[in-house]
């Protein structure tokens, strides 16, 4: 396996300067950060400033993913990838992004911190909520044992598939990309990029909306996998609503942004549960402690039953107050 990039390497590598995280100083993890856009800005403008806003927040936790313990860094990092994708599709008949390494790179980038993340999530989050209802303490250790070994064991696999993706280099090339305008010689672009964005910004919105909308019909009879659908429409929405909030003359709507971060974090607890269950899952399988033989089977049986328990219950009267307010909106942009 390729030994993953120190800190201090990625720092020199890292490109364009104005976007480094200094050599000398263990940054925080970063958040994202509002996008100030100009009332004047084209489309394209406007999508630079996005991709280069979600790409510095990549960098910036990049150092700590590849040598903090905090799970933090891996958190924020994949949020900046999953806004970069959101921007992407957003603008991707005005500033389309070609097949080719750029795509490749921000997949491969996006599959290595999947499954480290998922794993934080059943060991700093599910599982402690569990924790207090289980009375058997030493099958609960020998559980968390497994599960922590597991995790560690994803975590050194991300940082070599980090290593091998080059994340500099990708950084390097995205960025020169941006600087290009490439994308105005693409076959595939079928709008002006030079368009004036806050019009094309409203129109972007109102056609999110009407998807999320058609998306949420039948809430309480959905599947889980409709659900997990419903679950993208809405971060989708989310984070372009963000994206477009700081445009100059844009209308307030805390109250919109508010539901939707309430239906995505509800959606995304339901995903958390589903998930744990299929990682547990194959922890009773592959490991002696955790098995039918082992002290632990108790504690992960326990665990299961709990979050099939939870699958079945009726939804949180906030999230169906939250679907309500979005279904009846009519939000002017």
């Known amino acids: 396996m390729t030994k993953p990039p120190t800190h201090r390497e990625t720092e020199l590598k890292l490109a364009p300067p104005a976007h480094r995280v200094p050599a000398f100083e263990r940054a925080a993890p970063v958040p994202v950060a509002p996008v100030r856009l100009p009332g004047e800005a084209s489309v394209e403008d406007g999508f630079v400033a996005l991709c280069t806003a979600c790409l510095a927040q990549f960098q910036g936790n990049l150092p700590g993913v590849l040598e903090d313990g905090d799970i933090e860094y891996v958190h924020q990092a994949r949020v900046a990838l999953q806004r970069l994708r959101v921007a992407l599709r957003l603008c991707r008949r005005v500033c389309p992004l070609p097949q080719g390494e750029l795509l490749a790179g921000l997949r491969a980038l996006a599959r290595a911190l999947g499954p480290v993340r998922d794993w934080d999530v059943l060991c700093c989050v599910t599982l402690p909520q569990i924790a207090p209802a289980f009375d058997n303490p030493p099958a609960w250790r020998q559980l968390m044992r497994s599960v922590e070994a597991r995790r560690s064991a994803a975590r050194q696999a991300m940082r070599g598939a980090i290593a091998q993706a080059d994340p500099a280099a990708w950084l390097r090339a995205f960025h020169r990309w941006l600087a290009q305008r490439a994308w105005r010689s693409e076959p595939a672009q079928q709008a002006a990029p030079q368009e004036p964005l806050q019009p094309w910004a409203a129109r972007a919105l109102q056609a999110g909306h009407k998807k999320l909308v058609r998306s949420a019909r039948d809430f309480a009879r959905q599947s889980p996998q409709q659900r997990h659908a419903l679950r993208l429409w809405v971060k989708r929405q989310r984070y372009a609503t963000e994206f477009f909030e700081t445009l100059p003359g844009a209308?307030?709507?805390?109250?919109?942004?508010?539901?939707?971060?309430?239906?995505?974090?509800?959606?995304?607890?339901?995903?958390?549960?589903?998930?744990?269950?299929?990682?547990?899952?194959?922890?009773l399988e592959g490991d002696p402690g955790v098995g039918a033989a082992g002290q632990a089977h108790g504690a992960s049986r326990f665990v299961l039953g709990w979050l099939a328990r939870q699958a079945v219950e009726p939804a949180d009267p906030g999230v169906l107050k939250a679907l309500k307010f979005i279904r009846k909106s009519r939000p002017a942009w």
């Open 251 to 283: 209308a307030p709507h805390a109250k919109y942004r508010g539901c939707l971060h309430e239906l995505q974090s509800s959606l995304g607890r339901a995903n958390d549960a589903h998930i744990a269950r299929v990682l547990l899952g194959h922890a």
